[in-house]
């Protein structure tokens, strides 16, 4: 699948439509973010069932704000509309392959009493 760009008009439709969201906060001055940007763009070809979004944080200020995003690249990501993951700094791809891997394994049920929701 296409990495897709996250703006604030689809950012909540990506959360609440699809079962795993991987964002990618970045902007294009970064050097970090120029060099995890392939890494990115090479694992949403092998994840077809994972939704694979990039937040460019100079156009989408807003996003950024509410996610308090303080460095870039931060990769963030969520599972049920819930969010599971954030890191500041790049992933490796071997990093991401087992990053997915693990959200996948998530007990959501498990997930939710944590976090204080009831499963549904």
């Not at 964002?23 to 001055?29: H, I, K, R, S, T």
């Not at 460019?56 to 990501?77: C, D, G, L, Y």
């Not at 791809?93 to 204080?116: C, F, P, S, T, Y």
Request: overall charge negative; some cysteine.
């Amino acid at each position: 699948m296409a990495v897709v760009e996250a703006t604030r008009d689809n950012i909540e439709s990506l959360v609440e439509d699809n079962e795993i969201v991987i964002f990618d906060f970045w902007a294009p001055w970064c050097g970090p973010c120029k060099q995890f940007g392939p890494i990115f763009e090479s694992a949403s070809e092998k994840y077809p069932d994972v939704v694979f979004a990039k937040v460019n944080t100079e156009q989408e200020r807003e996003i950024a704000a509410h996610f308090s995003i303080r460095s870039i690249p931060t990769v963030m990501v969520f599972r049920d509309a819930m969010l599971v993951f954030a890191q500041p700094g790049s992933i490796p791809e071997n990093a991401i392959d087992e990053l997915i891997g693990k959200v996948k394994e998530l007990d959501m049920n498990e997930v939710r009493k944590a976090k204080g929701k009831d499963p549904e």
